[in-house]
């Protein structure tokens, strides 16, 4: 007595059942470094271009704000 077809089809079951394996993507990860490195360009541009702070001190005359 042969189970031949049914061994084939328990195959093809564990087969259908096992989801296929699918490597990670790198994508997501790229972008968000992207991303992050655009921003700091962005924020140390922003902090070299910006003007010198200048504070002007309070003269006695002028009293408190």
């Known amino acids: 007595m042969s189970d ?3 061994e084939e089809a ?6 259908l059942i096992d989801p296929p394996l699918r490597p990670e993507r ?3 990860a790229l972008a968000a470094a992207a991303f992050f ?3 700091a360009m ?4 922003a902090a070299i271009t910006a003007p010198p702070v200048q504070l002007a ?3 006695p005359a002028q009293g408190p704000m």
């Not at 328990?10 to 087969?15: D, S, V």
Request: aromatic share 14%.
């Open 57 to 59: 001190h309070i003269s």
């Open 4 to 6: 031949d077809g049914f």
């Open 37 to 39: 490195a655009v921003c």
């Open 10 to 15: 328990l195959e093809e079951a564990r087969l």
């Open 26 to 28: 790198a994508w997501p």
């Open 42 to 45: 962005g924020f140390a541009v």
